[in-house]
């Protein structure tokens, strides 16, 4: 976080600097705090995309190419949600909010809640589970790898020169997705049956 300072942070949560340590632990509780405001915003903005797209393939484009602008538009917000703070997962405000961010991206692949956080699976329960979301965990990893690709070419990547990078990573992310839809490999490989 390049340009994070512990007065600017506490400027932007409304805390005296001085007071800074009787509200937060350190300033990773601080940052976590703010990765879980920011999966509460997209969690509202997933469901508001949900509940005004025609279909579920609709609903998903819209997440997707959202997250993706998300994090080209906002990297730093996207790195702290993202697993770039070390022990993140002990942290029980960003563990939760996490979490239930990615059952709602479940739920909007699959169509009903495949599973929840609260849920207490054995290990031989998250095996069985691993297995019947393969294509969620798939979708997931493909939606951080195109959103850490923006990211890191946010300011000079292969959009930068058109007038309209969003109209022109909308149409490379379709583009995309209806491919992994369509299941496209299988031809790319000659192994279509």
């Known amino acids: 976080m390049e340009d994070l300072s512990v007065r600017r942070l506490t400027r932007e949560v409304r805390v005296a600097p001085a007071n800074f340590y009787n509200h937060y632990g350190s300033l990773n509780d601080l940052l976590l705090e703010i990765a879980a405001d920011y999966f509460e915003v997209f969690r509202e903005q997933a469901a508001h995309i949900s509940r005004t797209s025609s279909n579920r393939t609709e609903a998903l ?57 609260s849920d207490n699976f054995g290990p031989r329960d998250m095996a069985a589970l691993g297995s019947k979301v393969q294509i969620g965990y798939g979708l997931y990893a493909m939606l951080c790898g195109l959103s850490n690709l923006f990211v890191a070419n946010a300011v000079d990547g292969p959009f930068a020169q058109f007038g309209n990078p ?13 491919a992994f839809i369509r299941g ?4 790319v490989l000659g192994t279509e049956t």
């Open 61 to 117: 484009k819209r997440t997707i190419f959202y997250f993706v602008d998300f994090a080209r538009t906002h990297p730093q917000l996207y790195r702290l949600m993202f697993g770039y703070i070390p022990d993140a997962y002990t942290h029980l405000r960003y563990r939760q909010t996490a979490g239930a961010a990615f059952e709602d991206l479940m739920e909007l692949i699959y169509g009903y809640k495949v599973f929840t956080t």
């Open 166 to 178: 969003r109209e022109s990573i909308a149409q490379f992310l379709n583009g995309i997705i209806d």
């Open 184 to 187: 496209d490999l299988p031809k």
